[in-house]
């Protein structure tokens, strides 16, 4: 079955500086990659998400790129702010019932 | 964040204890999701149900029930078999089961006393 990897677990910025967060899948049918931020105690949320036949996505100050090729797909956030502190999940799917999540990403936004 | 609810949002469970979670959605949508969550790992998939009356097994559906008598409900029992239940637990719908964003609830923790 499909396997997600997310590097890094923990990533400290200074607010203002860009953050990137890379996954890589192991499942070359993979086609929806959806990425989801998790405030402490709360639930996931949706920020930004791609599918395969699109190499890139912006949405604002967040960017998901993908490369097929490679099976890796990052998640960008430019001039960050602390607001943007929580835990990020990259996720990786054919269709919804066997959607992969990675292990998390830890993002601190120093002020 | 209104449209899927869960409760309650802490619970404790004794020895050899069934328990039931309780997820609720007024979206309309057909499919519904049971994850678990624990420290420092992502989220595992459950039972996920594509339409009422029909779910599946996950990737952990050992010690877990479900049922989908609703289209608006899908509760989840956590019976004595499942030896170490303590864990967020994350509910979660979507229009239908094709590549369709998932919505989650606020979730429920689950504590063994």
């Known amino acids: 079955g499909e396997n997600v990897e997310q590097h890094p677990s923990t990533l400290s910025v200074q607010e203002g500086d860009s953050a990137v967060i890379k996954c890589t899948y192991s499942d070359s049918a993979s086609n929806y990659f959806p990425w989801y931020k998790q405030e402490l105690g709360k639930r996931p949320q949706l920020i930004i998400d791609i599918r395969s036949n699109v190499g890139e996505k912006k949405d604002q100050r967040i960017a998901v790129t993908l490369n097929k090729t490679a099976k890796h797909f990052s998640l960008h956030i430019t001039e960050t702010q602390p607001e943007d502190s929580a835990v990020y999940f990259c996720a990786a799917s054919i269709r919804n019932n066997d959607m992969r999540f990675g292990a998390g990403t830890r993002l601190t936004v120093k002020p | 964040d209104g449209g899927i609810t869960q409760s309650p949002k802490y619970l404790f469970r004794k020895e050899g204890q069934n328990v039931t979670l309780s997820c609720e959605q007024n979206?309309?949508?057909?499919?519904m999701y049971w994850y678990r969550q624990d420290p420092g790992q992502g989220l595992r998939l459950i039972y996920y149900s594509q339409i009422v009356n029909d779910f599946q097994k996950g990737d952990i559906a050992e010690g877990y029930s479900v049922s989908r008598e609703k289209k608006e409900s899908f509760p989840l029992t956590v019976t004595s078999a499942q030896k170490n239940p303590t864990a967020f637990y994350l509910c979660?719908?979507?229009?239908?089961?094709?590549?369709?964003?998932?919505?989650f609830g606020p979730g429920t923790r689950l504590l063994v006393l």
């Open positions: 979660a719908s979507s229009k239908d089961g094709y590549q369709e964003t998932q919505y």
């Open positions: 979206l309309n949508h057909d499919a």
